[in-house]
C-alpha cells in the first residue's frame, strides 16, 4: 500500500502539487517572525521561490538564507529544498492573506 499512493499521485499529476503543498506548510512553521510578510509562490524542481514585500525584507531573507534553507529542509520527511528564491510582491493575493 505505501507504494501505491505514490505511482496513483503521479500517474494523476498530483505529486508535485503534494510535494508544493507540504513545502508550503513547512515554510509557514519556519520563518514565524517572516510569516505575513513572506509566502511561497512555487516550488519546482528543488526550488522554492518566496515572495516578500520589500527590499529591507528581502535583504533580511537574503542574509537567513543558510538558515531557513536548513530549517525548512529539517521540517520536511522527503523531498529537499535545494535553494531559496526571493521575490519582492507588491501586494499578497487576497486568497493568500492570513491576516
Known amino acids: ?11 494523476y499529476g ?3 502539487e503534494l510535494e508544493e503543498s507540504q ?3 513547512a515554510w509557514e512553521g519556519i520563518g514565524k517572525r517572516l510569516v505575513g510578510r513572506t509566502w511561497p509562490l512555487r516550488f519546482r524542481k528543488g526550488r522554492l521561490t518566496v515572495a516578500v514585500e520589500s527590499s529591507p525584507q528581502l535583504m533580511e531573507c537574503v542574509m537567513m ?6 530549517g525548512l529542509n529539517r521540517g520536511l520527511k522527503e523531498q529537499q529544498v ?3 528564491i526571493f521575490k519582492i510582491a ?10
Not at 500500500?1 to 505511482?7: D, K, Q, S, T
Open 14 to 16: 498530483l505529486k508535485s
Open 82 to 84: 535545494e535553494r531559496l
Open 23 to 25: 513545502v508550503f506548510i
Open 1 to 11: 500500500m505505501g507504494e501505491l499512493l505514490p505511482a496513483v499521485l503521479k500517474k
Open 90 to 99: 507588491a501586494k499578497r493575493n487576497s486568497w493568500d492573506n492570513k491576516e
Open 65 to 70: 538564507k543558510e538558515e531557513l534553507l536548513a
